[in-house]
């Protein structure tokens, strides 16, 4: 991780966190998952994490899958609808892996931008 890729980053996740959420409001879970996500790499590995990520069944309160497509519209630079999951198995995982992570590092200093909606209390 260096200050000097990660910062090279905010602009392009701030481009892509506000066409996501155009009114400035990101479900709070998505702190939650971005939080967890660079520990999980550094302690589970990059494909574990990213299956889990993507698991589609999970039940979670947001999709988690939503993060990768995130992270992989700001590694490509286009919109494109691919997994990260299988774009790191057809790249090389030992050069994508510090870029993601400075990516997801990005990515959580920019969602502390924006508002977190808690949801319904009584959820």
């Not at 589970?44 to 993060?67: D, H, M, R, W």
């Amino acid at each position: 991780m260096s200050k000097k890729r990660i910062q090279k980053y905010i602009p392009d996740a701030m481009r892509v966190l506000n066409k996501e959420f155009s009114d400035g409001i990101i479900p709070s879970a998505y702190n939650g998952y971005i939080s967890s996500f660079g520990a999980s790499i550094m302690q589970s590995g990059l494909l574990p994490t990213l299956a889990l990520f993507e698991n589609t069944n999970a039940k979670t309160k947001e999709s988690k899958e939503y993060l990768s497509y995130i992270i992989i519209q700001i590694l490509t630079a286009k919109d494109d609808d691919i997994s990260l999951l299988h774009y790191v198995l057809d790249g090389n995982e030992e050069l994508l892996k510090p870029k993601i992570l400075d990516i997801s590092i990005a990515i959580k200093l920019s969602i502390r931008t924006f508002k977190l909606d808690e949801g319904k209390k009584d959820e």
